[in-house]
């Protein structure tokens, strides 16, 4: 079965707000992640939640999507980041009550960082300097609706082969620092 994004979740934008030293939420930004849509580092507060704002506090269960730029992606706010506003960079997707039998938010956010879903995404992107995805696109992308279990066994999968590539990464560092080494000491004999 497929649906409508739009069908789903419903689409907000992000905003702007200005940041304080000690603020009461994260200000989250998409320089914030990393490749694999974790927090870097630790983040501070660093609004103040004021005027109309309290509105825009994200919700378990939102998906962050960055909607400008070349580096499209997709995230699960997890509650654990602390209260947090998203800003004007990302689109957020809140689902539908009526879908949260139907779309697990982790399944969302794999399926827009799909490779095929972020190419038929960036065909569609508007602008030349700083490109960017409508949410008029995003609503009218067709998702695939596996059962619960399968998008549950699909995030299993994939949070292995991340944690792969990391290790693979870490090995690959490791190996050039060894390799380094013995080619110094060569030198230094």
């Known amino acids: 079965m497929k649906m409508l994004l739009k069908e789903l979740v419903a689409i907000q934008t992000g905003v702007y707000a200005k940041t304080v030293p000690n603020g009461e939420a994260t200000y989250l930004q998409a320089s914030m992640f990393d490749a694999f849509g974790k927090l870097q580092g630790s983040i501070v507060p660093n609004v103040v939640i004021e005027g109309g704002l309290s509105r825009h506090l994200l919700s378990e269960s939102d998906v962050l999507f960055v909607a400008k730029g070349a580096n499209n992606f997709a995230v699960e ?5 602390g209260q947090a506003i998203a800003s004007s960079i990302f689109l957020i997707l809140k689902p539908m009550k009526k879908s949260v039998q139907q779309v697990l938010p982790a399944y969302l956010a ?3 960082n799909h490779p095929v879903t972020q190419a038929q995404l960036k065909h569609q992107a508007r602008g030349s300097s700083i490109p960017s995805i409508s949410k008029k696109t995003l609503e009218e992308l067709e998702v695939p609706l596996p059962s619960l279990e399968r998008q549950q066994q699909v995030l299993r999968i994939q949070q292995l082969r991340n ?4 290790i693979m990464q870490l090995l690959e560092v490791l190996r050039e620092q060894q390799i380094q080494s013995q080619l110094l000491l060569a030198v230094q004999q």
């Not at 706010?77 to 980041?81: G, K, N, P, R, W």
């Open 77 to 81: 706010y997890d509650s654990a980041m």
């Open 110 to 112: 794999w399926y827009l």
């Open 163 to 166: 944690r792969e590539k990391q």
